[in-house]
Each structure stands twice: as structure tokens, then as C-alpha cells.
């Protein structure tokens, strides 16, 4: 039986995870965080592909992608929640199920930070859990993929 994958893509300087703003984000580094992805998804049976970019048409283009290749998405987009209708569009465009993870709780945040554009396009939102939260926002699209198979 082939592990069904799951596209992991986190957007701007997420690469700096460890350095920025630790009190926030904490002192794990970006390398960490995907060795938590790898050891989830091989507990729960699925692949993953964990990637990180700076760039908002890199991301997009990477959402784009999935569509028949992937069989869900867990996107932390990061600043671009924020700003980018385009990034929410290929996410509805791809017709897979997605969840949003964030470090923080966008939702104690600046006011600028409590709006995602790409919460339209999830089934779901995890915020506020740290790392953790990339641990259950994995459990949960394996759950959605297994139920939809």
C-alpha cells in the first residue's frame, strides 16, 4: 500500500526559527521542527513533503503542484495569512483538504494578524501550540484523507 502524502509548506522566515523572536516562536530551529514532521507522519503511516520559502509566488506555485500529487496540505503561509488572497485562491483551486498551523495564536496577536485569508480555504485551523501544533494538524489530515479514501 503506498502512504498517501501530504505537502508540509511553511512560508516566510520560518527559516529563522531559533533566532527570531524566541519568546514567541521559541528555540527550536526550522531543521527540528521537520524531524517532529518525519517521526508523525511515519507513526501515522503517511509521507510527507516539508518545504519552506521566503518567496509568496514560490508558495504558491508549490500549492499548485499538490493537485494530483498530493493527497492534502498542511500550510503554515505565515505572514502571507495576512496579505495574500492569491495564495488563498490556489488553495482552493487544488480541491484538497488543508490545515493551517501557526506557531503563535494569531488570535492574541496584533488585530492585523487575527484575519487569514487562507483560513477560508482550510478545514481547519491549529494556532497557539507550537511545534506541537504541526504534531496534530498532521493527525488530523491523515484522519480526513483516510475518511475520504
Do not use: K
Amino acid at each position: 500500500m503506498v502512504e498517501p502524502l501530504i505537502a508540509v509548506l511553511n512560508g516566510p522566515n520560518l527559516n529563522l526559527l531559533g533566532l527570531r523572536e524566541p519568546e514567541i516562536y521559541g528555540i527550536q530551529t526550522l531543521d527540528d521542527l521537520e524531524s517532529l514532521c518525519a517521526e508523525t507522519a511515519e507513526r501515522l503511516g503517511i509521507a510527507i513533503d516539508f518545504r519552506q520559502t521566503n518567496g509568496e509566488g514560490e508558495l504558491i506555485s508549490w500549492v499548485q503542484e499538490c493537485r494530483g500529487r498530493a493527497a492534502g496540505i498542511v500550510i503554515n503561509p505565515a505572514g502571507y495569512s495576512h496579505t495574500s488572497i492569491a495564495l488563498m485562491d490556489a488553495l482552493y483551486a487544488v480541491d484538497l483538504p488543508i490545515i493551517e498551523v501557526h506557531l503563535s495564536n494569531i488570535f492574541t496577536r496584533e488585530t492585523f494578524r487575527q484575519l487569514s485569508y487562507v483560513s477560508m480555504a482550510a478545514r481547519g485551523v491549529i494556532s497557539g501550540l507550537g511545534f506541537f501544533g504541526y504534531r496534530v494538524a498532521l493527525e488530523a489530515i491523515a484522519d480526513i484523507v483516510e475518511q475520504e479514501a
